[in-house]
């Protein structure tokens, strides 16, 4: 059996300012055929799983590219045609082939192509044939098109908001085509279109329970693999909106991945527009609600500033407010600053320089704030762990103005895990509050260390409320755009 498998992956934020050409990817993550490490990132763990099963199984494996650019705005055509193309080249070479596996994101948008994944599902089975199995891993953040599926024998998302089972979804897919390969599964597909923009968290109910029963599902009775597509709003494409998945063996279970994916999607529907998700404080709030409990430290997560999200990660709004609590120990970060984060390198730890930082990405990013700070620590490169993967975020500096520290980066990414702060020594037990740059991929690693989590709303830029959004693009009706048919 001879398998191939590559990656390609961003997430575009399709209202941010950021735009994405070919050196974003290859500054992010880039591997050559071959050249991908031995631990799995985001995107890219089909190329993981499939090593390893290669390695039991004694398949011939063919690696193609693996790259990922860090979420932001449009990736132009040239950067999306050019991987494209060389990523279907490999496959071209590759032949004759029983498996293609991709690890894509599938939120990826780029000048002409509102549905790049579907676009190379598409131009992939034209060079395959009917005969190969297709399979391919998405975030559930994605915008599930008829096209990819139609294109794809299977497509496996990954279930856990924080994304904590992208390596298990993975092996789930290598498995899956794997067997329908060798004769064992058919697999067939449904959607049901929830006509919806939403989403849940699963570190929290009622997200927890929905998943543990969506996995005790699969495997039995015909049902194969069940996924949830959260969508992600910050695009304005046609498909943008949460649909259900299920995947079943063969035509006979048809009429059962039907109706379990209708009834999983009222399911969350009947949740209502918030999906069970926290209360968001606003800045002021959220200051007096850390004051007030009991323990250190309270963290805050900045969901709508979250690199993650296509935006900047450069908002001053919360820093503003931090410095009007002088007395209240306090971190935040990561910020994205480079031209601060070289001064601070070019002065040195231990100097006290008058720094402009943060607020300049956007319009939403508010004001840059103007202080004198001492330079805490600098690094040539902080390096923090997400699950089994390890994210760069650059050089990068910590400032401190009185009580409160702020770690500045060069590479935009989220606030993971922990040693964002204290590889450059920030003592997080110290402080009262600490506001991270994520939307929930942080929560895994911080809830070890936090009294209490919390989320914030610090006004964008997002984009946090979808209703005060202008979509050209979006199939309608899509509640809370409109009342949801299916209420
Ligand atoms: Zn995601």
């Known amino acids: 059996m001879r398998v191939f498998v590559a990656s390609l992956a961003t997430e575009t934020n399709t209202f941010s300012p950021l735009y994405v050409d070919r050196s974003a990817f290859e500054t992010a993550f880039y591997c050559p ?16 799983a499939a090593r390893r099963r290669a390695g039991t199984d004694g398949f011939t494996l063919i690696e193609g590219t693996a790259t990922w650019a860090e979420p932001a705005g449009l990736v132009s055509r040239d950067a999306y045609e050019s991987l494209r193309d060389e990523i279907l080249g490999q496959i071209e070479r590759a032949m004759p082939l029983d498996v293609v596996l991709f690890g894509l994101h599938g939120a990826m948008v780029a000048r002409g192509y509102d549905d ?5 599902l ?3 089975r034209a060079i395959v044939g009917p005969g190969c199995v297709i399979g391919a891993e998405l975030d559930m953040h994605c915008h599930l098109t008829d096209k990819r599926v139609a294109a794809a024998d299977v497509l496996v998302a990954f279930k856990e908001f924080p994304h904590t089972d992208f390596l298990k979804r993975a092996e789930d897919l290598v ?14 597909s449904e959607v049901f279109d929830c006509r919806a923009m939403s989403g849940f968290m699963t570190s929290r109910q ?5 998943v543990d029963r969506m996995l005790a599902m699969e495997g039995r009775d015909g049902i194969l693999s069940v996924s949830i597509a959260h969508g992600f709003a ?5 498909d943008v909106g949460t649909k259900v998945l299920v995947v079943a063996d063969g035509d006979a279970n048809r009429p059962k991945a039907k109706a379990l994916a209708e009834a999983l999607g009222r399911e969350i529907l009947g949740w209502g527009p918030s999906g069970g998700s926290p209360h968001h404080y606003k800045p002021e709030e959220a200051v007096a609600q850390a004051r007030a409990e009991e323990g250190q430290p309270i963290v805050f997560a900045d969901r709508w500033d979250s690199p993650g999200g296509g935006v900047a990660g450069d908002s001053s709004a919360m820093v503003e407010v931090l410095l ?5 120990p306090a971190a935040i970060g990561a910020l994205w600053d480079p031209v601060a984060v070289s001064l601070c390198r070019g002065a040195g730890a231990g100097a006290e320089i008058p720094l402009r930082f943060c607020g300049k990405a956007a319009s939403t990013s508010g004001d840059p704030i103007d202080a004198v700070v001492t330079v805490r620590a600098t690094t040539d490169d902080l390096r923090i762990p997400f699950e089994q993967s390890w994210v760069s975020l650059g050089p990068a500096a910590a400032i401190t103005i009185g009580n409160l520290d702020i770690v500045l980066v060069t590479g935009r990414a989220q606030t993971f895990s922990p040693p964002a702060f204290t590889d450059l020594g920030i003592d997080l037990s110290r402080k009262k509050m600490v506001v991270v740059k994520s939307s929930n991929h942080f929560y895994a690693a911080f809830s070890k260390i936090a009294a209490k989590i919390h989320y914030l709303d610090t006004g964008g830029p997002y984009p946090a409320d979808v209703t005060k959004v202008t979509y050209h693009k979006a199939r309608r009706p899509l509640a809370p755009l409109d009342p949801n048919p299916w209420l």
């Not at 790049?116 to 190379?120: N, Q, T």
């Not at 498995?175 to 697999?187: I, K, N, S, V, Y």
């Open 116 to 120: 790049c994944e579907g676009d190379l």
């Open 175 to 188: 498995d899956l085509c794997l067997r329908t390969a060798r004769g064992e599964f058919e697999p067939v």
């Open 122 to 124: 598409a131009r992939a």
């Open 33 to 48: 055929p071959g050249m991908h490490p031995d631990t799995p990132t985001l995107c890219s763990a089909p190329v993981v």
């Open 206 to 210: 009622p997200g927890r329970d929905f």
């Open 324 to 328: 009007r609590h002088p007395d209240l």
């Open 234 to 238: 910050a695009a304005d494409v046609y």
